[in-house]
């Protein structure tokens, strides 16, 4: 196991257009969260989901954002119509039954033109 | 409500000793964090405290007291490679594990 992972890493995208990106936790992980993170700044909560159960989303999030993990296995995360101030580090970190701490995947970064 | 307060940058020689400083106020807790994060790269696990006291891993220490609502870490033998930002977290009471997070600190090591 080679840990967290996300694809794509980097997504250059235009104002207006949807985008998903998607992450693989560590695969004995039943929780899975989404942060996303701008310069200067620590990660910023988004979602989090307990198997395939989206057990809280953050009130910042808009309803563009969505996020799923139909099998509780990957998760996918879409941003609908997207706006310059999308533009950010979206990280994906998964934690395992009985254990405290989040492992993170290596971040997809998104510029929005 | 909820804060985590930690100093936005510090700077240090190769081959020092550091203390990196966290207070938070949060409604709830579950044992406190530290991450290195390097430029461009995601946060790597560092330590995790609950009980009071010092937990040591090598050259990094995290030292936590609940009644104080304090935390820091040490660096010990500083390297050029430690340069990078530290991030405190507190881990949310409840079901929703979530990590509350501060700012960072970024640390610069100088030859």
């Known amino acids: 196991d080679t840990g967290v992972s996300q694809d794509p890493r980097h997504k250059i995208t235009k104002r207006g257009q949807n985008v998903t990106f998607r992450c693989d936790p560590i695969?004995?992980?039943?929780?899975l969260y989404w942060y996303r993170q701008t310069l200067g700044q620590g990660p910023e909560f988004l979602t989090y989901f307990q198997n395939e159960a989206q057990l809280e989303k953050s009130r910042l999030l808009s309803d563009r954002f969505s996020a799923e993990r139909p099998k509780g296995s990957f998760s996918t995360l879409e941003i609908q119509r997207t706006e310059q101030g999308d533009s950010a580090m979206y990280l994906c970190a998964s934690s395992g039954q009985g254990i405290h701490e989040q492992y993170f995947g290596p971040g997809t970064r998104l510029t929005v033109t | 409500g909820q804060n985590i307060d930690q100093p936005t940058e510090m700077t240090a020689t190769e081959g020092a000793i550091v203390q990196i400083n966290c207070t938070y106020q949060?409604?709830?807790?579950?044992?406190l964090f530290w991450y290195q994060q390097h430029a461009g790269e995601a946060p790597t696990f560092l330590s995790y405290n609950v009980l009071d006291g010092l937990e040591e891993k090598g050259r990094f220490s995290s030292f936590l007291s609940r009644s104080k609502g304090y935390s820091y870490l040490l660096l010990k033998e500083l390297q050029m490679k430690d340069s990078a930002s530290y991030l405190c977290?507190?881990?949310?009471?409840?079901?929703?594990?979530?990590?509350?997070w501060g700012l960072g600190t970024s640390l610069a090591v100088n030859p």
């Open positions: 977290a507190v881990l949310n009471a409840g079901n929703n594990r979530k990590l509350i």
């Open positions: 949060t409604s709830g807790f579950n044992g």
């Open positions: 695969s004995e992980h039943n929780r």
